[in-house]
């Protein structure tokens, strides 16, 4: 089993920076593709950034393109959003999602919650 924690969440001004990390443990060396989604209450899950080191295949919403940097340290098998400029629409419970395929992330962590202020 993959388990996954999130943290960096918190609350920010708008155009402030926030950073967030996510661990991955366990049977991790068959991921492949790992990316972050967001979600707010009554809305669905939506994706933020993804990244397939293997095959350099990185995808951002378009959204957060230009503000939000996806990265992964595989020697720490840690996956990172950098969010920069950040906006009071970027408010949402951010969750890192782990897998084979990108298009089936089988493994999910809790979600931290990030909150911008205008």
């Known amino acids: 089993e993959v388990h996954l924690v999130e943290s960096g969440g918190g609350s920010v001004q708008a155009g402030g920076s926030l950073g967030l990390s996510c661990a991955a443990s366990?049977?991790?060396?068959?991921?492949?593709?790992m990316a972050w989604f967001r979600q707010l209450p009554d809305y669905n899950r939506e994706v933020v950034a993804s990244?397939?080191?293997?095959?350099?295949?990185?995808y951002y919403d378009d959204s957060v393109k230009g503000r939000f940097t996806i990265s992964k340290d595989n020697a720490k098998n840690t996956l990172y959003l950098q969010m920069n400029s950040l906006k009071p629409e970027d408010t949402a419970t951010y969750y890192c999602a782990a897998g084979f395929l990108c298009s089936h992330l089988n493994y999910w962590g809790k979600g931290t919650l990030v909150t911008i202020s205008s």
């Open positions: 366990g049977t991790t060396s068959w991921i492949e593709c």
């Open positions: 990244i397939a080191p293997l095959d350099g295949t990185i």
